[in-house]
């Protein structure tokens, strides 16, 4: 299962961890790193245990799940860009009046009415979650469908795919076997589904030369600049601004 997969079937108490247990190790679903069950990790002269060591990863990696959540698109997140920096001033502890001074707004009736419409948001999203997951029982023709990459630029109709839909684009596009392109597809949908496939070639734990970048994308394609270029639009890798490394991006 992909992170992405991870990530959105992760209940509630896994996503405020940050984490989700397996049967031999813990893995991040915030970038997909796994920590194996049973070893002892040291950090700073300090032995940890896995899911120990997996919080400080987040704390070290990630800064806090809060942040890394905050920090996502706002199709995401559901968040305007007032919205976002409410909480983040929330969560940082600020009382109304530090957040009515340092947003310049008149008085922190204002501030407690932000407060107010962020509650509401969440009753109403604790409603709509408990509608779905009841509507799951019940709705037995809705199809499955592929979940947006945490770290996705554009988000729109082209995730308006079903898992039957990929695995047929998928066999359109790849040499059965192999993750090695017939032809890059010229529609959206098709090129997310293809892009996503790649990402398989690339290690969260690496960082790469656009050198070593090109030579992967060699191995999938002929056009790899094209390729380069929309797996870093797309969300897929990051980069350094002259291009000297690649990531998969978190």
């Given at each position: 299962?992909?992170?992405?997969d ?16 397996e ?10 790193n ?7 990790y ?11 060591y ?17 920090g ?7 968040l ?6 409410l ?56 199809p ?7 770290t ?13 839909e990929?695995?047929?684009?998928v ?16 529609k ?26 090109n ?10 600049v ?22 998969l991006?978190?």
């Amino acid at each position: 299962m992909s992170i992405s997969d991870l990530f959105w079937e992760a209940s509630l108490e896994d996503l405020k961890k940050g984490y989700v247990e397996e049967d031999h190790h813990f893995v991040c679903l915030l970038c997909g790193n796994t920590i194996e069950k049973g070893i002892i990790y040291p950090e700073n002269d300090v032995l940890y245990e896995a899911e120990k060591y997996m919080t400080l990863h987040i704390g070290s990696e990630h800064g806090s799940v809060f942040e890394y959540l905050i920090g996502l698109n706002k199709k995401l997140t559901g968040l305007t860009d007032h919205q976002n920096r409410l909480l983040r001033l929330f969560y940082e502890g600020k009382s109304d009046e530090e957040i009515k001074q340092e947003m310049e707004v008149g008085s922190t009736s204002t501030i407690r009415n932000h407060r107010f419409v962020l509650k509401e948001k969440e009753r109403q999203a604790k409603m709509l979650l408990t509608m779905m997951e009841l509507l799951k029982e019940k709705d037995q023709h809705a199809p499955p469908m592929i979940a947006p990459h945490q770290t996705a630029t554009m988000i729109d109709d082209r995730y308006n795919v079903t898992k039957e839909e990929k695995e047929k684009m998928v066999k359109k596009f790849f040499i059965e076997g192999t993750i090695a392109l017939k032809a890059f597809p010229s529609k959206e949908k098709q090129k997310l589904v293809v892009l996503r496939e790649i990402l398989s070639l690339f290690s969260a734990e690496k960082t790469y030369t656009e050198k070593e970048v090109n030579e992967i994308l060699k191995t999938v394609y002929h056009d790899y600049v094209t390729l380069r270029r929309y797996m870093v639009a797309y969300g897929f890798l990051d980069r350094k601004n002259d291009g000297s490394s690649y990531w998969l991006k978190k």
